[in-house]
Nanobody, 115 residues
């Protein structure tokens, strides 16, 4: 069982930056593929960025060049650095951990970008 706790969300003006953190419990964090997803009101949850256990990354086209995902295995933490934020980035951001058939979600953190 893995527990994920997100932090770092908040209200920011367009063009600003935020850094989200996701702290994970468990002893095999380094073996998990970690991802950030987001869900805006009335929309489906979508992948924002993902980092594999081998540190390979991929991003949604909408955030490429603005967002950076990284992980610190000794700290059991994954980060999402978000720069040049836009109002359309407003959503609840969720952390995800995946390992074979195991899949875990955090409760989410709200990010609101004002224009």
């Amino acid at each position: 069982q893995v527990q994920l706790v997100e932090s770092g969300g908040g209200l920011v003006q367009a063009g600003g930056s935020l850094r989200l953190s996701c702290a994970a419990s468990g002893r095999i964090f380094s073996m998990y593929d970690m991802g950030w997803y987001r869900q805006a009101p009335g929309q489906q949850r979508e992948l924002v960025a993902k980092i594999t256990s081998g540190d390979n990354t991929n991003y949604a086209d909408s955030v490429k060049g603005r967002f950076t995902i990284s992980r610190d295995n000794p700290k059991n933490t994954v980060y999402l650095q978000m720069n040049s934020l836009k109002p359309e980035d407003t959503a609840v951001y969720y952390c995800n951990a995946g390992y074979y058939v195991h899949n875990y979600w955090g409760r989410g953190t709200q990010v609101t970008v004002s224009s």
